[in-house]
């Protein structure tokens, strides 16, 4: 079963607008989450994360944006930009797991200048 | 700093053979894991090795295994390749063992078993 979802597996937005990219997981026992961008023929690189104790975390045009009750998080990107475009994954890890991530399908961002 | 190293970056194998893939982690980082990345199944956990040790296994069957070296370098083996062990083999490295440690990626070695 998928305990990570990314239920939207592409999405368009104009330059200079907001990007919402959103993920859902099942297991509760999630201690934190993070966002991954990845590039073709590129390896994922590191975006953003959020602790499940915190509900917001920015760094500079990126904020996550997590709903615990919900099991649902987002990632927002404003501005976007046209180098903003990729495929984004959304992982999850759990303290006791060491460092095994679960991640999403992934949602490839198109940003058209 | 140099980042994660993963040699080769292209593999061809024919069904039945074995092969073995390389990564070198970031200087310092003693964390090591591998994830598989394919279209049906999107990017899955392999396994995770610490000082040597494995500390977390995925869901594989055995013919998947890997070893870490002193110096955190890591390889993985398949053995007797199937044609659905075709991927992409991302490697994963990070300082420490758990606690939201952030996992820096290699580019990744393409595996296509014909």
């Known amino acids: 079963d998928q305990q990570v979802k990314q239920n939207s597996p592409s999405l368009s937005v104009q330059e200079g607008r907001i990007s919402i990219l959103n993920c859902d997981y099942t297991n509760s026992m999630f201690d934190y989450f993070l966002w991954y961008k990845k590039y073709p023929a590129e390896g994922p690189t590191f975006l953003i994360s959020i602790s499940s104790i915190k509900d917001k975390n920015e760094d500079g045009r990126f904020t996550v944006f997590l709903n615990k009750s919900a099991k649902h998080l987002s990632l927002h990107i404003v501005p976007s930009q046209p180098g903003d475009s990729a495929v984004y994954f959304c992982?999850?890890?759990?303290?006791?797991?060491?460092?095994?991530?679960?991640f999403g399908g992934g949602t490839r961002l198109m940003v058209k200048p | 700093k140099a980042g994660v190293t993963q040699t080769p970056r292209y593999l061809i194998k024919t069904r039945g053979q074995q092969v073995t893939l390389s990564c070198s982690p970031i200087s310092g980082h003693r964390s090591v894991s591998w994830y598989q990345q394919t279209p049906g199944q999107g990017l899955q956990f392999l396994f995770e090795?610490?000082?040597?040790?494995?500390?977390n296994k995925g869901n594989f069957p055995g013919r998947f295994s890997g070893r870490q070296f002193s110096n955190s370098r890591s390889e993985m083996n398949v053995s007797t390749l199937e044609l659905g062990d075709s991927a992409l083999y991302l490697c994963?490295?990070?300082?420490?063992?758990?606690?939201?440690?952030?996992?820096?990626f290699g580019a990744g070695t393409r595996l296509s078993v014909l």
């Open positions: 994963a490295s990070s300082l420490m063992a758990g606690t939201k440690n952030i996992q820096y």
């Open positions: 090795y610490f000082s040597e040790t494995q500390r």
């Open positions: 992982a999850a890890g759990a303290y006791n797991a060491g460092n095994m991530l679960t």
